[in-house]
T-cell receptor, first 110, second 111 residues
Framework: ETGVTQSPTHLIKTRGQQVTLRCSSQSGHNTVSWYQQALGQGPQFIFQYYREEENGRGNFPPRFSGLQFPNYSSELNVNALELDDSALYLC?????????FGPGTRLTVL | GQQVMQIPQYQHVQEGEDFTTYCNSSTTLSNIQWYKQRPGGHPVFLIQLVKSGEVKKQKRLTFQFGEAKKNSSLHITATQTTDVGTYFCAGRIQGAQKLVFGQGTRLTINP
């Protein structure tokens, strides 16, 4: 096990709704990244947080936002959900360039 | 945009045969990482390569990073059924924080 946990494991939402996904990293891992993985594809980088500040972002619109907290937990918020947002959302904490992925949250948008 | 292409998309082998997946980047990478994802699971870190021309081995797995730091490969010798899964390369673009994943190579094995 990687020591990275995510909640919830599964979630069903409807178009236009908002969602918050949570991640708890290993103690001491002060970098967390969030990824979106569509079925049959590789993970797509959403953004990265280091010491509670965003320090890198992929090609995702502003309705994807995040927070990182001092206790090594973090959140991914998605507003105005669209059908194409249906995917597995993965968080990964980093230590010395090695990334430890959580089990993911499977989001379905109807 | 920055892309990391990975081939083949699928590979089916007989148990005991070798397997190779290749990764190519449109831009120079500062490093490349390899991950394995079992069906229904999450990516698990295998290794990171940093130096030009670097070769690393983990038991039956051999990882290479090209001289130009734009391509990489993973070779598995004498596959076993436990090797089943999707193998992803992920390149870190020079000067950027983000890790760009390839599309993955899904390996299936006939016992």
């Amino acid at each position: 096990e990687t020591g990275v946990t995510q909640s919830p494991t599964h979630l069903i939402k409807t178009r236009g709704q908002q969602v918050t996904l949570r991640c708890s990293s290993q103690s001491g891992h002060n970098t967390v990244s969030w990824y979106q993985q569509a079925l049959g594809q590789g993970p797509q980088f959403i953004f990265q947080y280091y010491r509670e500040e965003e320090n890198g972002r992929g090609n995702f619109p502003p309705r994807f936002s995040g927070l990182q907290f001092p206790n090594y937990s973090s959140e991914l918020n998605v507003n105005a959900l669209e059908l194409d947002d249906s995917a597995l959302y993965l968080c990964a904490s980093s230590f010395l360039n090695e990334q430890f992925f959580g089990p993911g949250t499977r989001l379905t948008v109807l | 945009g920055q892309q990391v292409m990975q081939i083949p998309q699928y590979q089916h082998v007989q148990e005991g045969e070798d397997f190779t997946t290749y990764c190519n980047s449109s831009t120079t990478l500062s490093n490349i990482q390899w991950y394995k994802q079992r069906p229904g699971g999450h990516p698990v870190f295998l290794i990171q390569l940093v130096k030009s021309g670097e070769v690393k081995k983990q038991k039956r797995l051999t990882f290479q990073f090209g001289e130009a730091k734009k391509n990489s490969s993973l070779h598995i010798t004498a596959t076993q059924t436990t090797d089943v899964g999707t193998y992803f390369c992920a390149g870190r673009i020079q000067g950027a924080q983000k890790l760009v994943f390839g599309q993955g190579t899904r390996l299936t094995i006939n016992p």
